[in-house]
Every structure is written in structure tokens, then in C-alpha cells.
């Protein structure tokens, strides 16, 4: 069974610093490529980042490109993305996802070309 659970949500002040986490299992880590979503409040769902297993390069939204960075550690199958800076208008709630095809998006990330989503966890930054 395909598992992506996300944590590491909570409140935090303007200007501070957050890790969610995403533990994987039920499909080859090493083989798909892994990211965020976001949806924010009285917007449409938007990519945050995601991560290649195939040559460990990494993206960035235009949005947090310079304030988050994403991580993944393939022995335990888990994911990270550090949050620095913190915006209010980075509110909502944070989905990690997996592209079993392994390629991930080649610019703008769409949710159809992610095939498997988690739970998500909620940020909620203050002014």
C-alpha cells in the first residue's frame, strides 16, 4: 500500500523557520520523485518543490525559491523541506506527493503529474 505522511505543521511568527517531514513506504523511493503542494486559503493548489532520486537536482516555486529548501534521505525513505522566513501568504496546508514516471515536472508543477498525495499539514504563520 502506497504511504506519504506529512508532519512537522504548526504556528509559527513572520520571519521564523519550520521542517515538515514525509515518511514514505509501499513504493520504490529511490525510483519516483518527490515533492510539495500547498494549498493556501482561497487559492488553487500550487507546487512548492520538488526532488529528482535520479540526479538529486532540486525545484523551486518562484514564491519560496531562496527561503525553503527540500531534502531527502533515501536509506529512510523520508523527505524534508526546511522553511525559512516565513510569510504570512505562506499559510495554508502542505501535501508531499510522489511521480511514479520519476520525472517529476519540467517547469510549473501540475497535479496531474503527481500520482500519489498524502494527508498534508497545516501551516499557519502569523503576522
Known amino acids: 500500500e502506497v504511504q506519504l505522511q506529512a508532519s512537522g505543521g504548526g504556528s509559527v511568527q513572520a520571519g521564523g523557520s519550520l521542517r515538515l517531514d514525509c515518511e514514505v513506504s509501499?513504493?520504490?523511493?529511490?525510483?519516483?520523485?518527490t515533492g510539495w503542494f500547498r494549498q493556501l486559503p482561497y487559492k488553487e493548489r500550487e507546487g512548492v518543490s520538488w526532488?529528482?532520486?535520479?540526479?538529486?537536482?532540486?525545484h523551486y516555486s518562484d514564491s519560496v525559491k531562496g527561503r525553503f529548501t527540500i531534502s531527502s534521505d533515501n536509506a529512510k525513505k523520508t523527505m524534508s523541506l526546511y522553511m525559512n522566513n516565513l510569510k504570512p501568504e505562506d499559510t495554508g496546508i502542505y501535501y508531499c506527493?510522489?511521480?511514479?514516471?520519476?520525472?517529476?515536472?519540467?517547469?510549473?508543477?501540475?497535479?496531474?503529474?503527481?500520482?500519489?498525495w498524502g494527508q498534508g499539514t497545516l501551516v499557519t504563520v502569523s503576522s
Open positions: 506527493v510522489a511521480d511514479s514516471r520519476g520525472v517529476g515536472s519540467p517547469g510549473q508543477m501540475f497535479e496531474w503529474e503527481w500520482d500519489y
Open positions: 509501499g513504493f520504490p523511493f529511490d525510483d519516483y520523485a
Open positions: 526532488i529528482s532520486r535520479t540526479d538529486g537536482s532540486t
